[in-house]
């Protein structure tokens, strides 16, 4: 089987697990900081703080925004349950903002909307959660810009995208959001197995953000209550977590980053491969390819299949071992959300989803595979 995704471990990431592994610190070592500076220094972001997950640095996010029961957070459509759920961990009420038909990234319009009626009626967000879906990053000047008039925090869920730019900034540099958050799953850009990090360039931010991924304590004397204590002393000031990235998985992550921008390079000119293999598919559209300042990290390598045809080809795809894998069903079906509220179905995100399909895209995919993945794809859409 050809899987749509996959990690790229070689000799290198080996002996840097196994070196950490003999080492004193299997957590809470060196190696969280040297990992949390590697990712500083590719992004420019001023502050970083690694986690066990995307999933906990969502939640993070949120916690250190303030979100709590009574507010609202906006949150794209499409998108894994996470970039919702930590909203709800909070206690907060989620809307959820349509969706761009053709790139399931966040519509602006739909946003703008939604927030001047808001605005009328008194119930603007706190934050807004918007997902950079495939690596493409979503319009952040004009969420930025939005969030200025309309006073909300923005919270950039780039769990896919890694080494992408937006007008020539990398994800994470902290020009439009408030906190960028990454994952580090094995599918994903980079990998730490199971792992994810939060950045900002507040430092009220990151100190938050760093205290409450530590069970909410401080080893800080200014910032305890009882500052004449002995060494042993500390003091838990808010009610956190065990969020902590350990420094094995940071090990791997650090080694992993000295290889992001080869692995970057292969995705976009394996996408650009597969411009070139699709150009003559009649029955699928092609996601947008990469403009200048405006590069994907290629994530997903997401097609749209026409005719309805998309669950056939899925099913017809995975017969021939070639991986495919739809992103996402909007988080609004989930029957938790439809549960909670009669969510109506929003009409860029149900277009988007009926026919999206991400085919095989990873840094290793072989030039035969790939050829293989591209020829079984038309064979079965081409009108
Ligand atoms: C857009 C998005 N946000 C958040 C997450 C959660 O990431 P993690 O698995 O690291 O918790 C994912 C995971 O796939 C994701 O795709």
Same mark, same amino acid.
């Given at each position: ?8 471990? #070689?000799?290198t990431?080996?002996?840097?697990? %196994? ?6 610190? !299997?957590?809470? $070592?060196? /190696? =969280? ?6 990712v ?11 986690v066990?997950?995307?999933t906990s ?9 303030g979100?709590?029961?009574g ?10 349950a996470a970039?919702a ?16 038909p053709h ?28 997902? #950079? ?5 979503v319009? %952040?000047?004009?969420l930025?810009?939005l969030? !200025?008039?309309f $006073?909300? /925090? =923005? ?26 958050v990454f994952?580090?799953?094995p ?16 430092d ?5 953000l760093r ?6 304590i ?32 940071a ?11 080869v ?10 491969m597969y ?7 009649t029955?699928i559209?092609?996601p ?5 300042g405006?590069?994907?990290s290629w ?17 017809a795809m ?13 988080i ?6 439809q ?11 149900e ?14 995919l ?18």
């Amino acid at each position: 089987m050809i899987p749509y995704s996959t990690q790229s471990i #070689d000799a290198t990431d080996y002996d840097a697990v %196994l070196e950490t592994l003999s080492s004193p610190f !299997l957590t809470c $070592g060196p /190696k =969280v900081s040297e990992f949390e500076d590697a990712v500083c220094a590719f992004t420019s972001a001023a502050y970083a703080v690694a986690v066990n997950s995307c999933t906990s640095a969502l939640h993070l996010a949120m916690r250190a925004l303030g979100v709590s029961a009574g507010d609202i957070v906006y949150v794209s459509a499409v998108s894994f349950a996470a970039s919702a759920n930590c909203a709800r961990m909070c206690g907060a009420d989620v809307e959820f903002v349509d969706v761009d038909p053709h790139s399931g990234l966040m519509d602006m319009d739909s946003l703008e909307q939604m927030l001047s009626e808001a605005s009328d009626s008194g119930r603007l967000p706190k934050a807004v959660v918007a997902v #950079d879906l495939s690596g493409r990053c979503v319009d %952040l000047k004009r969420l930025k810009e939005l969030s !200025l008039r309309f $006073g909300f /925090k =923005v919270v950039e869920d780039a769990a896919h995208s890694l080494g992408a730019t937006f007008d020539g900034s990398l994800t994470g540099s902290g020009k439009y959001a408030d906190i960028t958050v990454f994952s580090f799953h094995p599918v994903k850009i980079i990998t730490t197995a199971e792992g994810g990090m939060a950045l900002t360039n507040d430092d009220e931010l990151a100190l938050r953000l760093r205290e409450l991924s530590s069970h909410g304590i401080t080893h800080d004397r200014e910032r305890m209550t009882n500052k004449n204590m002995p060494a042993y002393y500390y003091e838990m000031l808010d009610l956190g977590y065990n969020y902590r990235m350990p420094d094995l998985l940071a090990a791997l992550g650090i080694s992993q980053m000295r290889r992001v921008n080869v692995f970057l390079q292969a995705r976009r000119q394996k996408a650009k491969m597969y411009e070139e293999l699709l150009k003559d598919a009649t029955g699928i559209e092609l996601p947008e390819p990469d403009r200048e300042g405006f590069e994907s990290s290629w994530h997903l390598y997401q097609v749209w299949v026409k005719n309805g045809k998309r669950d056939a080809v899925y099913q017809a795809m995975r017969e021939k071992k070639i991986g495919v894998q739809v992103h996402y069903l909007p988080i609004y079906r989930h029957p938790y959300y439809q549960k909670l509220k009669n969510y109506p179905p929003l009409p860029g995100a149900e277009r988007f989803f009926a026919g999206t399909l991400s085919i095989p895209l990873f840094p290793t995919l072989s030039h035969l595979n790939q050829q293989l993945a591209a020829a079984t794809l038309m064979s079965l859409t081409d009108e």
